[in-house]
């Protein structure tokens, strides 16, 4: 079946340094990945997303990319934010059939400091 | 406008007790969805509807039952309340099954006691 591995957190930066979440799956066909954020006490929102391989997803300044050889879709930013302490989920959907489901990984925390 | 809602928002109960989670999209979407996350943030999904169609039904006790009485509208009861029910329940919608983004509901933190 398919499966979503995350790093795991927490993981704690300071104020404008570089983030990178690894987010690597198991899925067969060609799958749609996926970034979500929650923020405390939020429910989910869509950061980022790539329907298929070698697409960039990019949003606020966050970037991920669609890895086919490497099944890997890693989050990226250049400059955290104290705003962007929150819980970070990868997910994929699978293509075709009844796969109309999303599978999260586990969810890495992010704890920015001023 | 809230996209899409959930009440309540905070439910405390007893074991065995039968409890009801009502959800609300006001997007115009085909498809709904039931989420469970775990203490540890683990999220897993329980229950697709679409065009008020069961699509997803994952591995859940029978105690749980969707019902989807239109489209804009995907409750959850619980029968028999356990204390490994206890978590965080979102509901969430997309236009349609398929790649579409999916719009979370702010959540009811469900305490069984």
């Known amino acids: 079946g398919n499966s979503v591995t995350q790093m795991e957190g927490p993981v704690t930066l300071s104020e404008e340094a570089f983030l990178t979440i690894n987010c690597t799956y198991t899925?067969?066909?060609?799958?749609?990945l996926f970034w979500y954020v929650q923020y405390p006490g939020e429910g989910l929102q869509l950061l980022l997303k790539a329907t298929k391989a070698d697409d960039k997803g990019s949003n606020k300044g966050f970037e991920a990319t669609y890895r086919k050889e490497t099944t890997s879709f890693h989050l990226e930013k250049g400059s955290v934010q104290v705003s962007d302490s929150a819980v970070y989920f990868c997910a994929l959907e699978g293509s075709g059939g009844s796969n109309y489901k999303l599978t999260f990984g586990k969810g890495t925390l992010l704890t920015v400091n001023p | 406008d809230t996209a899409v809602s959930q009440t309540p928002k905070y439910l405390v109960t007893q074991m065995g007790n039968d409890k009801s989670i009502k959800c609300e999209q006001n997007?115009?979407?085909?498809?709904m969805y039931w989420y469970k996350q775990d203490s540890k943030k683990f999220l897993k999904i329980m229950f697709s509807y679409n065009n008020k169609e069961l699509i997803i039904n994952e591995t859940v006790p029978n105690r749980f039952s969707p019902k989807s009485p239109d489209k804009a509208h995907l409750n959850l009861h619980i029968n028999s309340l356990e204390l490994g029910d206890s978590a965080v329940y979102f509901c969430?919608?997309?236009?349609?099954?398929?790649?579409?983004?999916?719009?979370f509901g702010p959540g009811t933190r469900l305490t069984v006691t």
């Open positions: 969430a919608s997309s236009q349609g099954p398929g790649s579409y983004e999916q719009y």
């Open positions: 899925a067969t066909g060609y799958p749609s």
């Open positions: 997007l115009g979407h085909d498809t």
